[in-house]
């Protein structure tokens, strides 16, 4: 079911153009992915997405409702790329001044137990580590209950156990309450694990689909043969058939192989003739 729909999205900055022309289409329940270089444009397109700033042309519609409308406000929930909390106020005060803002606020020892808040509770927002922050962050985002979260590169700078750790309690979000999650990244693997992919670059969408389509369309499987003599060897390979064949011919002369499909990484490569990052 479809739950937010873009068209035509452009904004300029001057006479910059930052956003061109993209079209989205976001299903409810899914976590979708844009993915691009720095200065792609997706903190620009999640800004008008929220509200925050006027698209140049073009429309945003969720659920009929445009983004200038409260009722739209109260059914999602942002933790933007740099963080808009107050430093100077502790983490509660920070998360109960927004939860005071809303009807029905979500339970917020609820929130304080699925991010693990209750130690850093009274302490000052400021004085938090990254993870720390992030954590809050999220939680603040969270606080109406919103059907639609937007994550502006949430992970940038977090330890692999935090990452997970913020993980675990999204999917369990997702599973348990249907909760949309649309995500900028750099993270590859964070990619791959979305239901939809929009890939990004200057300002247009170069490809879109799921993950294993764009790996399908854009990469080819690779198959690493490693050889008695300690030599190795990349192939490309088009299928399984071929990779066995490949194998069968080899295998007087390998001691092992590696087959696996092309990833994110190298359907962005081929699309762009760049790395992402
Ligand atoms: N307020 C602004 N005024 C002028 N130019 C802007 C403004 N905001 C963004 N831009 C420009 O628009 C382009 C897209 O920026 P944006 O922040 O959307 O990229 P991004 O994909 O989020 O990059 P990053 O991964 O570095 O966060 C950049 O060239 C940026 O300089
Ligand atoms: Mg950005």
Request: hydrophobic share 35%; glycine share 6%; charged share 25%.
């Amino acid at each position: 079911m479809k739950l937010l729909q873009a068209t035509s999205l452009t904004k300029k900055f001057q006479n910059k153009i930052a956003v061109d022309n993209i079209n989205l289409t976001i299903n409810k329940g899914d976590f979708v992915v844009f993915l691009g270089p720095n200065g792609a444009g997706k903190s620009t397109t999640i800004n008008m997405l929220t509200g925050i700033i006027q698209p140049t042309s073009g429309q945003i519609e969720f659920d009929e409702k445009t983004t200038i409308n409260r009722e739209y406000r109260n059914k999602i929930g942002v933790v933007f790329q740099s963080s808009v909390l107050d430093a100077n106020l502790s983490v509660k005060d920070n998360i109960m001044t927004r939860a005071k803002m809303y009807n029905k606020p979500t339970q917020i020892q609820l929130l304080i137990n699925k991010f693990n808040l209750e130690s850093i509770w009274k302490q000052k927002y400021g004085s938090l580590s990254g993870g720390q922050r992030r954590r809050v962050d999220i939680a603040r985002a969270l606080v109406n209950n919103p059907e639609l979260l937007f994550l502006d590169e949430p992970s940038t700078g977090l330890d692999i156990q935090t990452r997970t750790a913020i993980w675990d309690v999204l999917n369990q979000l997702r599973h348990d309450t249907g909760l949309t999650i649309i995500l900028t990244t750099h993270y590859l693997e964070e990619a791959q694990t979305a239901d939809y992919v929009y890939i990004i670059d200057q300002g247009k969408i170069i490809a879109e689909d799921t993950v294993s389509k764009l790996q399908k369309q854009y990469t080819k499987n690779i198959l690493t043969l490693y050889y008695q003599n300690g030599e190795s060897k990349e192939l490309t390979v088009n299928d399984k058939n071929q990779a066995i064949k490949i194998l069968s011919d080899n295998s007087q002369a390998i001691s092992d192989f590696e087959y696996r499909p092309g990833t994110m990484n190298d359907v962005f490569m081929n699309l762009t003739g760049k790395e992402i990052r």
